[in-house]
């Protein structure tokens, strides 16, 4: 780990307890300058929760967050627009800060769709949508961006560019990354430090590491962990339900 | 050029539109329409209070509808009720103690009519003052909560994510619709105020493709609305609420014949 000028947001021992359950517990993690930080685990482990613990959307938790930055790009899993709302593209990627027409295009150009500038936000597709929606976030060059599940929706040759995109933008800004995404295989290649989540911190490290750990195995199945794998991996034990391994 | 009261009503009209513009595409937007309803309703309240202390009408609406926001937020925090039966609630016996305290006040002559309606005879140049220096002072405190305010109206977690402080602005937008009841109230009356905010943005909606554009336009409204509701208050003698919300409806009626593409498909 670098020192600690580099870290732009620090959770300690961070969770979140809700209706009498906790939606995610125990996470510790930190996310500096130039780095890329991904999350992943099942359905319902707490990542959304967790990026949003990052970001202080969440007042009442338990641990703490340390935020070194005010500067904050966010793309959420889901966003809900009323139409009730006459919003334009251009509206929208001025929503947070106030941006010169050239950045707008610039932002909006990196991600692809420059031509729907001044289409109404609602009649976007998905996928058209969520390239706005980083183009918005990338756009005011931010010291932080937390980007959840940022490219659902979007076709696969635009995901493989996208994923590009973030990775040019974390080199070029110097800024860091927390990164939520079902891809494992992006993950594993592009990601400076994993973070396996299941409610708690599963394994962290490295994604060599984080492959290897034989939580991640029992997470993800044998295959997720072989993306990574150079080495043919016989499978020649089972798990227990506590997680241990037994040989067959 | 204010002896007139009929000068003075329109003077007064256009400015309390100025101010109904914007902040009723807000209360559209931001689904608050019962809510103006439910502080008009307690204005009366505030009205009574003016009387049997000798005070200031508009001043008095003003912190009592205030008073009726905080408790309401209160009592959102702490019941199980749904909104809309908080809002219910507080519309209603506020209205209703308000008409009771009238009812204690023999001493005084009452325009009851004149409260719920409007009457643009009761418009002093001292209201006029009022009107035009508060209007300035709510526009001028919405243009610097503009961007939280709208941000978090699109959205509240990447208004927060992004450190703009949306709780902050909401606090003080619900102040800003408590000031533009107390100073319309004489206008407008209380029972139509709300009509005021919604009616003119509503057809603002219609017409526009952008935020700002539907902040103009409910503006423009707005303006037409009042001189045409005065006009029309002075020469069939009406009540000057109803004639001022029947223009911005014949208005919205016009407006629908125009309603962009986009949200046709939308909906």
């Known amino acids: ?248 | 050029m204010f002896d007139d009261f009929f000068i003075r009503a329109l003077v007064a009209g256009i400015g309390v539109a100025f101010v109904t513009g914007p902040l009723g595409c807000f209360v559209i937007w931001r689904r608050l329409s019962y809510f103006g309803d439910t502080l008009a309703h307690s204005a009366l309240l505030g009205v009574t209070l003016a009387f049997t202390m000798e005070f200031n009408i508009a001043i008095s609406v003003f912190v009592i509808s205030s008073m009726i926001a905080l408790i309401l937020i209160q009592l959102q925090k702490k019941t199980n009720l749904p909104g809309d039966a908080l809002l219910g609630l507080l519309a209603h016996s506020s209205l209703a103690v308000g008409l009771v305290v009238i009812g204690f006040l023999t001493f005084i002559r009452f325009d009851i009519m004149g409260l719920l309606f409007g009457d643009i005879l009761a418009v002093s140049v001292n209201d006029l003052l009022i009107i035009w220096i508060g209007g300035a002072l709510i526009l001028l405190v919405l243009k610097l909560i503009w961007k939280p305010l709208f941000a978090s109206t699109v959205n509240y977690e990447l208004a927060e994510a992004e450190g703009l402080n949306p709780d902050r602005a909401k606090a003080i937008f619900t102040i800003l619709m408590a000031a533009i009841i107390a100073i319309s109230i004489k206008m407008v009356g209380l029972l139509l105020i709300t009509g005021m905010l919604i009616i003119p943005a509503a057809m603002a909606r219609n017409l526009s493709s952008s935020p700002q554009s539907m902040v103009i336009y409910s503006i423009i409204g707005g303006l037409l609305s009042v001189i045409i509701g005065l006009f029309t208050s002075l020469e069939f003698n009406t009540s000057s609420g109803p004639s001022i919300i029947t223009a911005a409806l014949l208005l919205f009626i016009l407006s629908l014949f125009k309603i962009k593409q986009s949200i046709k498909l939308k909906n």
């Open chain 1, 1 to 248: 780990m670098s020192s600690d000028q580099n870290i732009l947001v620090k959770l300690n021992e961070a969770g979140l307890f809700i209706n009498d359950k906790w939606l995610v517990k125990g996470v510790s993690l930190q996310v500096e300058k130039g780095k890329i930080v991904t999350l992943i685990g099942p359905n319902g482990s707490g990542k959304s929760t967790t990026a949003k613990i990052a970001l202080g959307i969440y007042k009442k938790i338990d641990g703490s967050v340390e935020k070194y930055t005010s500067k904050v790009g966010y793309v959420p899993q889901k966003i809900s627009i009323d139409w009730t709302l006459p919003l334009r593209v251009n509206d929208f990627m001025v929503l947070t800060e106030s941006l010169n027409k050239e950045t707008i295009d610039e932002a909006l150009s990196l991600t692809g769709v420059i031509h729907l500038k001044d289409k109404n936000l609602g009649d976007l597709s998905g996928g058209e949508f969520q390239r706005v929606l980083l183009a918005r976030a990338i756009s005011k060059k931010p010291d932080l961006l937390v980007l959840d599940e940022p490219v659902q929706g979007v076709d696969f040759t635009g995901e493989i560019a996208l994923y590009e995109l973030i990775k040019k933008i974390s080199d070029e800004l110097n800024c860091g990354i927390l990164l939520i995404s079902h891809d494992l295989h992006t993950v594993m290649t592009a990601t400076d430090h994993v973070v396996c989540l299941n409610g708690h911190v599963c394994c962290s490290g490295s994604p060599m590491d984080v492959a290897k750990n034989n939580e991640y195995k029992a997470l993800f199945g044998e295959q997720a962990s072989q993306i990574l794998s150079r080495y043919e991996h016989k499978h020649d034990h089972i798990h227990t339900d506590e997680g241990e391994i037994k040989k067959n």
